[in-house]
């Protein structure tokens, strides 16, 4: 059994800690929000899990010292927005000896910079590691068979993530390849924000194979430009997380994008989905990024215009399709 801090009580930082607890370990959450950290202790229920049940194992407090002080391994997942801030809150709590693990996905949006570069910014001597795969927290916390990925250059944080999440319903790979993991599970949210506005448009399936495909290339132009490796965009953390992530109701960031498709405003998708919405945070930074390494990418541009620029939804797919002609 080992001591586990999860930082974040949102979706998937309380399915993390019903998996983890479920599965032999003692766990502790952070929480800022004081509603869900009692509704946890008290109810045993996550407000966003509503099929799922909390183990008594699992403690969540609003007090960091009381959930960092003994861990062995800590899991960050807050919005990409309030990295930063939450580390720079218990960064002189946690200790060298401790591991940090990534679970959030996005960037940080004034920076432009991944997370694992805010964290080596913010903890420099701190092994880390970043968690990523197709993965909605509905079915973790369900324990539905999921495979992810851990990506470190450290090999004791590849050692130790793999035997505390290892069980007949989880199955976890490795990589060394932390850029591509990392890049790869940012923007594959917005290309999924994407596929939601061709859902509220009521496009197909022809449109959504041509979305995904078309989309996993401009991840993979980007990720590359930036130092990702090629292969790590058609794995778990790619093309996995693309396609669940496109694919599924349980996606925010596709429902998100279905309801722009259907001509709600940005402002009441925030407000009917009630979570954080990392693409829409993160569309910008992708555009800039395309524009600072001279990257191609069409479609990022697309919603882009939607979103900044007024750009009508149905003409940003008729300007998409009458691009000028060449080989795949």
């Not at 949102?10 to 998996?19: F, V």
């Not at 130092?227 to 396609?243: P, R, V």
Request: charged letters at 25%; proline letters at 3%.
């Amino acid at each position: 059994m080992r001591k586990i801090a999860i930082i974040g009580s949102g979706s998937w930082g309380a399915a993390l800690g019903i998996y983890l607890a479920q599965n032999g370990n003692e766990v502790k959450i952070w929480s800022f929000n004081e509603q869900e950290r009692d509704m946890i202790n008290n109810e045993r229920k996550c407000m966003f899990l509503p099929k799922a049940t909390i183990p008594d194992n699992v403690v969540c407090s609003s007090n960091f010292e009381e959930v960092l002080n003994d861990a062995e391994i800590i899991l960050h997942v807050t919005p990409s927005k309030f990295v930063r801030s939450t580390i720079k809150n218990y960064k002189n709590i946690i200790k060298d000896n401790q591991i940090l693990v990534m679970c959030s996905k996005g960037f940080e949006s004034e920076t432009e910079l991944t997370l694992d570069e805010v964290i080596k910014e913010e903890l420099p001597n701190i092994k880390y590691g970043i968690l990523s795969g197709p993965s909605h927290a509905e079915e973790v916390s369900l324990n539905i068979p999921t495979a992810l990925v851990i990506a470190s250059t450290e090999d004791i944080v590849k050692e130790k993530i793999v035997e505390v999440f290892k069980s007949p319903t989880m199955r976890l790979y490795t990589s060394k390849d932390v850029r591509g993991v990392e890049l790869g599970a940012a923007l594959k949210n917005i290309i999924a924000f994407c596929a939601g506005v061709g859902v509220g448009l009521d496009l197909g399936d022809n449109t959504f194979a041509a979305l995904l495909t078309r989309g996993l290339v401009e991840i993979s132009r980007l990720g590359t430009a930036m130092g990702g490796e090629e292969k790590t965009f058609y794995g778990l953390t790619g093309l996995g997380d693309l396609i669940v992530t496109c694919g599924s109701m349980h996606s925010r960031n596709r429902r998100a994008g279905e309801m722009i498709g259907k001509g709600f405003s940005i402002e009441e998708a925030r407000k009917e989905i009630g979570m954080t919405i990392e693409s829409v945070d993160n569309i910008d930074v992708a555009y800039k990024l395309a524009k600072k390494y001279n990257v191609e990418m069409p479609i990022v541009n697309a919603v882009y215009d939607v979103l900044y620029n007024g750009l009508d939804p149905k003409s940003a797919v008729e300007t998409l399709m009458t691009r000028n002609l060449k080989e795949e």
